[in-house]
């Protein structure tokens, strides 16, 4: 197999590996039992390298993703087999003889998901450990992946995660089917793992093309499915619209030489108008009856950008008013706070902006210190000392964590 062929393969496998190991587990859970959870992510592991293996020499099946669910399932029941161990299915669950086209009905993975994702949030755990279990379990995120989506050391987060997983795995009776007040009762944990899971999409630390789409549609389908449960919720509608309006400009956020785009140099007639659209009709469902919420303020800072003709005849003035609401919301967030300060400066630069961005640097860890230096940078830029820009943006460089990131920081110091 010629390299460039072995590239195709190994960016399909990842591909399938996003799309379908979250569902893989949940199905395969639901049918063996959450005590078996290490047996069942092993297996998947072991699939999708005997996949990489064997496609190598005889070619990609014509049903990738049915190939990769037999073979799972099979493995699975194998090492219970020889481990001696009941396979125990509920009476409610598909028997082992179900094809696995049934068993892996759209229907079956929705409900299995949900009944996966309820059991991560009834832990007796802190919302930030059941977090993390959800992405690692449902999603397939690794230790890096969620050590950045949530700003945390790699050790830190394999630490929780062994201790998490043993909670879970102890908690079998947790593993019930999904009501519609679970959904209302778990709903702020719901809403920030699609939130984390689209943020890791939108910016990804595992893969060199900086976006990782699938797990995009991943979080919209989540949150999609989330909201059947309760339609009339605003934070759902305000985060779908959200995702809508941020995942409508991706066509131009990178070059076709594979740079970061800026705001300010993206084509915006390659943004995607039908996005923007569902973007808008999520929006309408999202306003608030009583109290603003973080999605809808976001949304809404969103759909500005979206509506916008150009960069400079965005509605600033606006987007730093909704920034300030949020920051009553969340006085807390630091991130809030400088993307106010950077709005503000769109309106006019004062020495105030400059003292604010410095009077928060301590607020920001190594984890999180290269989005301080750059917006450092940015604000000299703004002012137009390129001098000075040059010399934040140099001092970013080793905190950057990903390959784009860094080829970002050589062209702005070029």
Known sequence: MHSEDKQALNHLTAHLFRENAGKMTAVLVRLYGIDNLDTITDAIQDTFESALLKWRYSGVPENPSAWLIKVARNKTINVLKRNARSVTVLPSDRTNNTEPEVVFSENEITDSQLRLLLACCRLDLTSQKKMMLTLNVLCGF?????????????????????????ELKNKKQQFENPEKEDIR??????????????????KTTSDAAGINIDLCYEAIRLAKLIREQDTSNPEINGLLALLFFTIARFPARITTTGEWLTLAEQDRSLWNPTFIAEGFYYLDQAKPKQQLNTYYLE??????????SSFDHTDWSAIVYLYEQLERLQPESILIRLNRIVAEMHIHITS????????IETAFGKENRFVWLTTKAYAYERLGDLIVAR????????????????AFILKKTA
Not at 142 to 166: C, F, H, M, P, Q
């Open 142 to 166: 690794g230790v890096r992946e969620i050590a950045n989506a949530l700003l945390l050391s790699d050790e830190a987060v394999k630490k929780a995660l062994y201790r998490s997983k043993s």
């Open 185 to 202: 009762k778990y709903s702020v944990m719901l809403h920030t793992f699609v939130y984390l899971l689209f943020n890791e999409g939108y």
């Open 391 to 406: 010399y934040w943006y140099n001092e970013a460089l080793p905190f950057a964590k990903t390959t784009m990131d860094r």
């Open 299 to 308: 949304a809404l800072i969103a759909s500005l950008h979206c509506t916008a």
């Open 352 to 359: 105030e902006q400059f003292e604010a961005i410095d009077q």
